[in-house]
């Protein structure tokens, strides 16, 4: 099923933290780059569009064959993410000009996705590679969220039995760590 959108809706559909245009299919792995540090950020999810120029104008996709397309991106993608991926790919119309989008979604259970053997993270509307000092501390902290407690202060040694502290951001609802001294919780081992 193709979604259509129109132009307007397309332009209003900036790239940001959790979106990236790629001009065309030829540009594959720089995007699929940008797609692992999208889910990799906090928000855990992205979306790339192919067929989309730098101003947001819909250029659409070669009109070869698109379900071979498809299969190509679905294929690139489970061969090369670690661990796999989740996605979905949708065929999306704009006058008249077809283009692809692949949208990821990170499971909370998993620290980080690798791509090509790297892992990337968003920041704002750009990706770097993170070091191997990174991911453990992003694997330590993405942990963290996974568990129920007991929690201890890494500045004041607090204990607390359970942990029901919560912020809300326009990205959702999140699990807060923070002490009242300025200190962090972490479970206890």
Not at 11 to 38: F, P
């Amino acid at each position: 099923m193709i979604r259509r959108v129109n132009a307007e809706h397309l332009k209003q559909t900036i790239e940001t933290q959790a979106v990236e245009w790629k001009n065309s299919l030829s540009e594959k792995a720089e995007a699929m780059e940008a797609l692992d540090a999208m889910v990799n950020s906090d928000i855990a999810k992205g979306l790339v569009i192919f067929g989309v120029s730098p101003d947001g104008t819909a250029r659409g996709v070669d009109p070869g064959d698109l379900d071979k397309a498809q299969r190509s991106l679905t294929q690139h993608i489970r061969y090369k993410f670690d661990p796999p991926l989740i996605h979905t790919i949708e065929l999306v119309e704009c006058e008249g000009k077809i283009m692809i989008g692949v949208r990821a979604e990170r499971n909370r259970d998993i620290p980080y996705h690798e791509y090509n053997g790297r892992a990337w993270i968003r920041e704002g509307s750009s990706k770097r590679q993170l070091s191997v000092q990174e991911k453990k501390q992003l694997t330590r902290r993405r942990d963290r969220d996974q568990r129920t407690g007991p929690w201890k202060c890494d500045r004041c040694g607090s204990l607390v039995g359970q942990l029901y502290s919560f912020v809300f951001t326009d990205q959702g609802m999140y699990k807060t760590h923070k002490c009242t001294c300025g200190g962090e919780y972490w479970p206890v081992n």
